[in-house]
C-alpha cells in the first residue's frame, strides 16, 4: 500500500475508527490520541494486510491501540489499602477490621477475577472495557461481577 492509498483509506475509514476508539476510550481526548496511533499502527504494519476487510482491520487496530492508552493512563494500585473499599462494600464503609477482611477476600479469589474487581472498582473501567481486556462478552463481565460482588458482601458479612 503506497501513501496514496494509505490517505484514501484514512479518509474514507477515519471517522468509523474514531467512533471505535471513543467507544473504548469513554472520551473524545483519548480517542483522538487512539485514532492517531491507529494509524501509525496500520502504516507500519500496512505490509501484513491483505486488502480485505479494511474496516475490520482497523477496528482490530483500534481496540488494541484504546487498550493500550487507558492502560498506560490508569496505572494500577496493587496494594488493598488503597481501593476503594465504600464503593466494594456499599454505603455503609469499611473500618479496619473489615480492610483486613477485605485483603483476605481478594486472595482468596481466582486471580482474574481479583483483576476484574480492581478494574471495575479501583481503575473505574467500564464493562465494555473488561470485556475487552478479558475478550469475553459484555453481558458476561456484567453478572460475573454480580455475583463476585454478592460474594463479597457475604463473606465479609459473615466475619
Known sequence: MDATAF??????YARFVLARCRAVCGNATDAEEALQDTFIRA???????????PLGWLHTLARSA???????R???????????FDRLL?????????????TRLLESLD????????LRHIEDWRFI???????????SVRR????????????????
Open 43 to 53: 502504516w507500519n504494519n500496512r505490509d501484513r494486510f491483505d486488502g480485505r476487510s
Open 111 to 118: 486471580p482474574i477475577e481479583a483483576a476484574m474487581l480492581r
Open 74 to 84: 490508569r496505572p494500577w494500585n496493587t496494594s488493598p489499602e488503597a481501593w476503594d
Open 90 to 102: 456499599g454505603a455503609d464503609g469499611a473500618d479496619g477490621g473489615a480492610r483486613v477482611d477485605i
Open 144 to 159: 460475573q461481577l454480580a455475583a463476585l460482588e454478592e460474594r463479597a458482601r457475604v463473606r465479609l458479612a459473615d466475619a
Open 66 to 72: 484504546s487498550i493500550d492508552l487507558l492502560r498506560k
Open 129 to 139: 472495557e473488561i470485556a475487552e481486556h478479558f475478550d469475553m462478552s459484555e453481558r
Open 7 to 12: 490517505n484514501a483509506l484514512y479518509t474514507r
